[in-house]
């Protein structure tokens, strides 16, 4: 089974501070995805990455800087927290490329369980 | 642009009963995929159901099917003798095949509830 994992189901943090959210998928998949998740808003793509050292802004990079030093792990970091980054954030990973009729042949995303982020 | 819209914000259905979300989609790109997610509770992503816009027939798995109109840029998600266990948001979703990374844009979600 795909397995997304992330470092924390809940945090709280203060305004202002340094936040660090982690990401580990065991699939070997090239692209991983940050999205914050608003009521009413659906997902908004943060940054993402298809490949190790490489990023892109998102729709929403604001604010947001991300790390990916080994293929498996993808880190979100909030440089100076602020209330209105309080959401839940989701990461996400997926094949880039994959035989017709494989599992993950759409490069359908698949996801972690998500952190609840609160800044005080 | 790419958009996805989901128009249904909430819906109530009695159990058993078939249920259809509702999903348009707006794409200049001739090539695209259509994904649907479930969100339960928990909060976890779960994938469902892939059309992909050059498919023929209509994408089913188990009692989920994708009612996929293409010249109405519509990609409804019809669920069969639906269950409690099928109380989530379900959010529709599309990828344009020649995008960097495979990105995906997802709509607003809408929020099923399974009456008893």
């Known amino acids: 089974d795909v397995k997304v994992t992330q470092s924390s189901r809940y945090l709280v943090k203060r305004t202002g501070e340094k936040v660090f959210l982690e990401c580990v998928q065991d699939?070997?998949?090239?692209?991983m995805f940050w999205y914050r998740q608003d009521p009413g808003l659906g997902l908004r793509l943060i940054y993402f990455?298809?490949?190790?050292?490489?990023?892109e802004k998102g729709d929403i990079p604001e604010g947001y800087s991300v790390s990916r030093e080994k293929k498996e792990r993808f880190s979100l970091i909030l440089e100076s927290a602020s209330t209105n980054q309080t959401s839940m954030y989701l990461c996400?990973?997926?094949?880039?490329?994959?035989?017709?009729?494989?599992?993950?042949?759409?490069?359908?995303?698949?996801f972690g369980p998500g952190t609840r982020l609160t800044v005080l | 642009a790419q958009k996805i819209t989901q128009t249904q914000p909430g819906m109530f259905v009695q159990e058993k009963e078939a249920v259809t979300l509702d999903c348009t989609y707006d794409?200049?790109?001739?090539?695209?995929?259509l994904f649907w997610y479930k969100q339960p509770s928990s909060g976890e992503m779960i994938f469902l159901i892939y059309?992909?816009?050059?498919?023929?027939q209509n994408a089913t798995e188990g009692r989920y099917s994708l009612n996929f109109q293409k010249a109405r840029k519509s990609a409804n998600l019809v669920i069969s003798a639906s269950q409690l266990g099928d109380s989530a948001m379900y959010f529709c979703a599309m990828r344009e095949v020649y995008s960097s990374a495979s990105k995906i844009i997802f709509g607003s979600g809408t929020r099923l509830s399974i009456r008893p």
């Open positions: 794409t200049s790109d001739p090539s695209y995929g």
């Open positions: 996400a990973s997926s094949f880039s490329a994959r035989l017709a009729g494989a599992p993950g042949s759409h490069n359908e995303q698949f």
């Open positions: 990455s298809y490949d190790v050292k490489m990023k």
């Open positions: 059309q992909g816009s050059y498919d023929q």
């Open positions: 699939m070997d998949h090239e692209n």
